[in-house]
């Protein structure tokens, strides 16, 4: 996405946003941030970030601050126990011997698609793994500040078109995880992130 020149506007629907922030889990745990990932640049209406990001800073111009709650079902989504289900142990294969109760692994679910599951348990028969989100059903803090707004070029719109929405800008490695703009379902990565300008 192209340098920030036009800083007049405030936020609407396919506005270019670029936001500094900090997330953070109930505990107080920093999960994600822009000191971390550098400024998330986003277009704004379109899907790419969690709805509470979103609506906290709408119609609102560069210089904004918030500070406040996303509550679950604006944030990752609420914990659904239907999300953890046994799976049968044959069909990790040769990774069995690799994984370990309580981390989180990028799965091959079919179509080139992974997806990140948090590991329960292990037996002869069985891995019972968790699809949730690892912040599902948490509240979290946002506090952020708006330093740009932008419209969206037709290059940048026409280029959201055929993508799922939902993307995360934070790790989703074995042993971490966020990313504030990830989908619910925490199974994308990576698309909405930008160090620079």
């Known amino acids: 996405m192209s340098i920030f020149k036009e800083n007049y506007m405030n936020i609407t629907e396919k506005s270019v946003v670029k936001l500094d922030y900090n997330l953070s889990d109930e505990s107080g745990k920093i999960i994600d941030s822009s000191e971390l990932n550098g400024s998330l640049i986003y277009i704004h209406g ?30 990752y989504g609420v914990y659904k126990p239907e999300n953890v289900m046994p799976v049968p142990r044959a ?7 690799q994984m370990e109760v309580g981390k989180l692994y990028n799965f091959d679910v079919g179509g080139g698609n992974t997806q990140l599951l948090k590991v329960v348990s292990i037996d002869d028969e069985y891995v019972t793994v968790d699809a949730n989100h690892p912040y599902a059903g948490e509240k ?13 070029s037709l290059d940048e719109l026409n280029s959201l078109s055929g993508e799922s929405s939902g993307c995360g800008c934070g790790s989703h490695g074995s042993d971490s995880s966020g990313g504030c703009c990830s989908s619910n379902d925490g199974a994308k990565g990576g698309c909405c992130s930008s160090k620079g300008d």
């Open 140 to 152: 979290l803090t946002l506090n952020c500040t708006v330093q740009g707004v932008r419209p969206a």
């Open 91 to 97: 069909q990790f294969a040769h990774l069995i011997d």
């Open 46 to 75: 379109v899907g790419m970030m969690m709805p509470g990001i979103e609506n906290a800073i709408n119609g609102q111009g560069v210089g904004y601050s918030y500070t406040g709650i996303i509550e679950p079902e604006d944030g």
